[in-house]
Each structure stands twice: as structure tokens, then as C-alpha cells.
């Protein structure tokens, strides 16, 4: 295989961001390079710049891509990942947004980036338990899961994971949610299932996002990967989807400095959440 010099480098780079808005430094080259020419192997390649036009090359390049951005974008996650930020979602907000809307009995979360699928059903586990511990078990809720990746996405669809992972599942939500399937898997069971809806989305687009009207986004460890100027831009688009009263939950450290006219920095500094007023 061949190596990657810095021009063929700064090609790839440029793709992925304007496609992605993935932003990959000089120093993870190596991640990139290992991506794309496992991909490369895979398809029969042997040379960057003919798999770089490959994957511009109308609808066969589309599906081709959207197999090497499952290599080149990260799917790291468990199940309860950031016990503070759920924490504060059921014992903070929720009560507090239950009393300020006492006739709504629909909600609606976003969970944004979310591989294959961990993150959003912790939210609908503590949504779900949450919500019957504070006598509100007729309000349906619903979870959006999007991801970037269609491989990540089956996953979630699918709800089973290896057994070993149940341990990262609180034991009452254990006995609750979640079906022991022969000895090697466990799966979320039906009901939550159907409160989880998974689809294809680039958070670029989130400013024609079809989702409105929001009562929580939940938004850990994806904004990270994106320059600091388009983060800002990516929060704005976020803030204006939500609800009067609805919060926007992120990862702890992932944004300095971020304000909007219409969010109010909320919980403790384990965690970094803003509530939308009016």
C-alpha cells in the first residue's frame, strides 16, 4: 500500500469535513490513513487518489462513502455513559418540567449521535422509570435516535448486545428493560423499543431538521469532533429547536464559552446542560 503524503492528507481532510464537519488534526493522520486503506483493501485499491475519486463518483460513490464513514467516525459508547448528565435529566428537570406542564402528556427527546444505539436507550430507560416514579406514567414520550453511520444504526434498530454489556445497565432497569437472549446476548424489550425511533441524519443539516418543537436534545461527546466556530453555529441551530422549558444536555467540557439569548446554564459542574426559557 501506499503511503499518504500531506497534500493526499489535506484532500481527505477537506472531504470529511465539509461532508461530515468531522474535523481530523494532523496527529490522528494515522487514524485516517488506517480507515481509509482498510477500506481500500477491502474494495480492491491500491492507490488514494483513485479511491478518492471513487468515492466522488455519483450514486456508486454515495454508498461507497457512506461505508468509509462508518470506518473514519467514532462509534465508542456504553449504556449509561454519563451517569451525572441522567441523573440530573431524572431528578432535576423532569420533576421541574412536569410542574410547568402539567397538560402535556406527549414528550419528545432527541438523541443525537447515537452510534448504535446505548445512548438512546438509557434515555428512555430513565425517561421511562423516572416518569412512573413521579405517578406520570400516562405522559408518552417518544426517543429520535439519528447517526451519520446506516451500520451503527442497525445495531439500534436491532436492541441486542452482547451480554457482558448488561452490567453497565442499573439492575432494576436490568430486571425492567432487558431480555436475556440464549447465553452470549441480551435484548431491550419490545415496549421500550417502540419508544425509539432510529434514522439516518447528519447533524450538519440540523438547521433543516425535521424534528421541531423539542422538550430535550441530548447531545454527549459529538460536538468535539467539529471545529470550534461550527459548534458554535451547530448549538444555535440546536437551542432554536427546542421547546419553552425543554433542555439541551452536553457532554461535560465538550463547549467553552457558549451563550444564547434564550438558554439558561442549568445543573452542577459534573455536567453541562442549558434550559430554554420563554
Known amino acids: ?81 454519563h451517569q451525572p448528565s441522567l441523573q440530573m435529566i431524572a431528578s432535576e428537570w423532569l420533576p421541574d418540567f412536569l410542574k410547568e406542564h402539567p397538560d402535556n402528556l406527549a414528550m419528545h427527546a432527541w438523541s443525537v449521535g447515537c452510534s448504535t444505539g446505548e445512548e438512546a436507550y438509557s434515555l428512555a430507560m430513565v425517561l421511562d422509570s423516572s416518569l412512573r416514579q413521579l405517578g406520570a406514567s400516562r405522559a408518552y414520550f417518544g426517543v429520535t435516535a439519528t447517526d451519520i453511520s446506516n451500520a451503527a444504526l442497525a445495531i439500534g434498530r436491532g436492541g441486542l448486545y452482547p ?31 417502540k419508544r425509539v425511533g432510529f434514522a439516518l ?34 448549538l444555535t441551530a440546536l437551542a432554536d429547536l427546542l421547546k419553552p422549558g425543554g433542555m439541551l444536555v452536553l457532554g461535560a467540557g465538550e463547549v467553552i464559552g457558549f451563550t444564547h439569548p434564550s438558554l439558561t446554564r442549568i445543573g452542577n459542574r459534573q455536567t453541562l446542560a442549558f434550559r430554554r426559557s420563554g
Request: proline share 3%; charged share 30%; aromatic share 10%.
Open 1 to 81: 500500500m501506499p503511503s499518504m503524503g500531506d497534500e493526499e492528507f489535506s484532500r481527505w481532510v477537506d472531504l470529511l469535513e465539509r461532508r461530515t464537519g468531522v474535523v481530523v488534526p494532523p496527529g490522528r493522520k494515522t487514524f485516517l490513513v488506517t480507515g481509509v486503506r482498510t477500506r481500500m483493501r477491502e474494495t480492491g485499491y491500491d492507490s488514494f487518489e483513485r479511491y478518492f475519486n471513487e468515492v466522488l463518483n455519483g450514486a456508486r460513490g454515495a454508498i461507497e462513502w457512506s461505508t468509509l464513514v462508518d470506518r473514519l467516525t467514532v462509534h465508542e459508547t456504553r449504556f449509561f455513559r
Open 163 to 193: 451480554r457482558e454489556r448488561l452490567v453497565e445497565i442499573p439492575d432494576d432497569m436490568q430486571k425492567t428493560y432487558c431480555e436475556l437472549v440464549g447465553t452470549d446476548s441480551f435484548a431491550i424489550n419490545e415496549a421500550l423499543k
Open 201 to 234: 441524519f447528519n447533524i450538519m443539516d440540523v438547521a433543516r431538521a425535521p424534528l421541531k418543537k423539542l422538550d430535550l436534545i441530548y447531545c454527549q461527546n459529538v460536538l468535539i469532533y467539529f471545529a470550534r466556530d461550527r459548534r458554535k453555529q451547530l
